[in-house]
């Protein structure tokens, strides 16, 4: 089992910069791939990035690629997700995840534990 808070949303202005922190606990945490997903009002959660459980390789949406880095800590079982060069249309709610795998994938269905959300707006 893996219990998953986030932490760092808020309200920044476009062009503004974000770190969003994912706090993990669990025996298991540093063998699970993580992710980030968002959901905007109205629309299908998406996958924005995702995190090999050793670190070494990072998928990102092509919408998110070049001002999102994804990383992790497994030492302080925390997962960050910095963005920069912020777009209003990246306002949404950011879900932490934990996949059941070790590889890193996109498909949210792979992903068996869910935090609670944190609400990011960017405004114009």
């Known amino acids: 089992q893996v219990q998953l808070v986030e932490s760092g949303g808020g309200l920044v202005q476009a062009g503004g910069s974000l770190r969003l922190s994912c706090a993990a606990s669990?025996?298991?945490?540093?063998?699970?791939?993580m992710g980030w997903f968002r959901q905007a009002p109205g629309k299908e959660r998406e996958f924005v990035a995702g995190?090999?459980?050793?670190?070494?390789?990072?998928i990102y949406a092509d919408s998110v690629r070049g001002r999102f880095t994804i990383s992790r800590d497994n030492a302080k079982n925390t997962v960050y997700l910095q963005m920069n060069i912020l777009k209003p249309e990246d306002t949404a709610i950011y879900y932490c995840?934990?996949?059941?795998?070790?590889?890193?994938?996109?498909?949210?269905?792979?992903?068996?534990?869910w935090g609670q959300g944190t609400q990011v707006t960017v405004s114009s």
């Open positions: 995840a934990a996949s059941r795998l070790p590889t890193v994938v996109t498909a949210h269905g792979t992903y068996d534990y």
């Open positions: 669990g025996r298991t945490f540093s063998g699970n791939a």
């Open positions: 995190i090999s459980w050793g670190g070494g390789r990072t």
